[in-house]
């Protein structure tokens, strides 16, 4: 077993996940909720498998009213869950955490991952921004629960948490095609990002792993896939996605490992097997 894997198997996920989860209707397709107290055996399963666990939903903005249905959950979607053992250990891996580093995560969520973080770094060494008040608070009492001790923070994760920078460790748990730049800011010289990328580029939605130099400039290459939920304010269009999937299959359907992409104050470059050999540019 990798270090990562060692980490998800020690820590139990149960006591994070909500006493509602949501689950893929076999008549429908669309999401129904799924009560702890109407079926714990399955609701346990669930939770110990492998998979990603759904934990909050919404309805699909693009969706008109008239077409949402309440009873059957037509038009909802995820908003939020506990990613899959597999994706999450891999990110731990791809960190490469040491007790004593200082670690900001985007995206708290359920506080699963948070706790996974604090097992490897210590105590008071975690920080996480949550955007969604009742997610934090959710996530702050269990891992208080569960004693591990992280400073969860309700706010904007696309700003970071400027008061506990500089960081030897970054983690998004939600996707994005630009990387703010503020993340890169609050990493110390030779501090490593671990960010999910969107689809764009590449349908697999890889994990960027970045490092950061003396300069500021943060630069590294894509492993994957690992296909997480968009940050909020960075939502692809469909359309664009089925464009740049096209442009993909142009290229001739190159592997993720061979993208990397470049960060600095100016901008990102995203880049095929070389830096000089930019595929795109979006200005941050």
């Not at 107290?37 to 399963?45: G, V």
């Not at 891992?143 to 001790?149: Q, S």
């Amino acid at each position: 077993m990798t270090p990562g894997e060692k980490t998800v198997a020690a820590v139990d996920r149960e006591p994070f996940i909500p006493g509602t989860i949501y689950v893929r209707s076999e008549d429908t397709g669309w999401l129904v909720p799924l009560h702890r107290d109407d079926d714990p055996h399955r609701w346990r399963a669930l939770v110990d498998s492998d998979q990603a666990v759904v934990t909050a939903v919404g309805y699909d903005p693009r969706l008109p009213e008239h077409l949402r249905d309440p009873a059957t959950g037509r038009g909802v979607m995820p908003t939020s869950s506990s990613s899959g053992r597999p994706v999450m250990a891999r990110m731990l891996d791809a960190l490469d955490l040491e007790p004593g580093m200082r670690v900001l995560e985007v995206g708290t969520g359920t506080g699963y991952n948070a706790a996974l973080l604090a097992y490897i770094v210590g105590g008071g060494m975690v920080t996480s921004v949550e955007s969604e008040p009742g997610l934090a608070e959710h996530a702050r009492a269990a891992l208080d629960t569960a004693g591990f001790h992280v400073d969860v923070v309700t706010g904007d994760g696309a700003h970071g948490h400027p008061p506990g920078a500089p960081y030897d460790r970054v983690v998004a748990t939600a996707a994005v095609h630009t990387l703010p730049y503020a993340w890169v800011a609050q990493t110390r010289p030779g501090g490593v990002l671990v960010v999910p990328w969107a689809p764009t580029f590449h349908p697999d939605g890889p994990l960027a792993v970045l490092t950061v130099g003396e300069d500021g400039t943060a630069c590294g290459r894509f492993v994957g896939p690992a296909h997480f939920m968009p940050l909020d304010t960075q939502r692809v269009d469909p359309g664009e996605v089925n464009r740049l999937h096209e442009v993909w299959e142009a290229e001739g359907v190159p592997d993720c490992a061979r993208f990397g992409v470049t960060v600095t104050p100016q901008g990102q470059q995203v880049w095929l097997d070389a830096p000089d050999n930019h595929i795109s540019q979006m200005e941050g």
